[in-house]
């Protein structure tokens, strides 16, 4: 089965920068669009950002401008770099490729991103 295992979170002032790892089990350049999500406590889960097979990128509204999302096929890892963080950032933050995520599986554990003073 496919995994996918995030690293990269921790505890950061607000206007810090944190980058995210997410390592795929399988060869991820067969997966079409990979994604970015979070999950704040209390919250539904909402898509930060994704990429395409070739690169193209979308991203929510609430980080335009302060998140970008990378994808390395050759060594199956997407990333996730987060600059300016704000306190409304803290979350669990996962990845996943779109075709699973719109069928609701292989989520990962994730990992914790805190925005704190």
């Known amino acids: 089965q496919v995994q996918f295992v995030e690293s990269g979170g921790g505890l950061v002032q607000p206007g810090g920068s944190l980058r995210l790892s997410c390592a795929a089990s399988?060869?991820?350049?067969?997966?079409?669009?990979m994604g970015w999500y979070r999950q704040a406590s209390g919250k539904q889960r909402e898509l930060v950002a994704a990429i395409t097979r070739d690169g193209t990128t979308n991203y929510a509204d609430s980080v335009k401008g302060r998140f970008t999302i990378s994808r390395d096929n050759p060594k199956n890892t997407v990333y996730l770099e987060m600059n300016s963080l704000k306190p409304e950032d803290t979350a669990v933050y996962y990845c996943?490729?779109?075709?699973?995520?719109?069928?609701?599986?292989?989520w990962g554990q994730g990992t914790q991103v805190t925005v704190s003073s």
């Open positions: 996943n490729a779109d075709f699973f995520a719109q069928r609701g599986g292989y």
């Open positions: 399988g060869m991820i350049s067969r997966l079409y669009s």
